[in-house]
């Protein structure tokens, strides 16, 4: 049960694009359709961006997409705005049923 | 209304024994299964346990296998995280969080309550 590999931090400028990628293995990432991702702002509980690798919930901005090759799963950010300044985590399924979460990605909109 | 809240977190000491609980409402808590997520201060998110909707399964991160028991009562829309043998380690806030119908992705969280291991 290792924690999925995400960069420490990513920054990007207002209007720019960016992508905060998340790696595991066969055994989660790899093997399944079921990578989500969070953001979460500072003393706030973490909010759902994108379920089954790609899929927006209702209310999320299109601006928020996902993506996964192989073991790696992508979240990509469009159009930074100032607000999505956060903490973001990948999480996976695995195949001891059990779950996973990546060791989150600060983000700084410069 | 919050759909969760917990509740019985506090300052304890290394060794000892607290049970969290998290009572569910605004939807059929009895349909969904449900996790305990904990985030040490400073840290990022680790998940610590999943229960079916009904309680008959459930499962553990390694690094909590055998002291913390995730249970609940569908009567009462309340699941529980009994947190034995605690270590400083085990520091943090303690979030609820329900998982969509049929879906593997977490949809719903409590406000987190905090537990803190000290003497």
Redo the contacts between chains.
Sequence with gaps: ?S?LTQPASVSGSPGQSIAISCTGTSSDVGG?N?V?W?Q?HPGK????MI??VSHR?SGVSDRFSGSKSGNTASLTISGLQAEDEA?Y?C?S?TS?????????TKLTVL | QVPLVESGGGVVQPGRSLRLSCVASGFTFRSYAMHWVRQAPGKGLEWVAIISYDGSNKYYADSVKGRLTISRDNSKNTLYLEMNSLRAEDTAVYYCVKEDYGQIYFDQWGQGILVTVSS
């Design positions: 049960q924690a399944y079921y989500s969070y979460q509980a973490p909010k759902l379920y089954d919930p903490d985590y999480s399924y001891g049923s059990t779950r996973v979460f990546g060791g989150g």
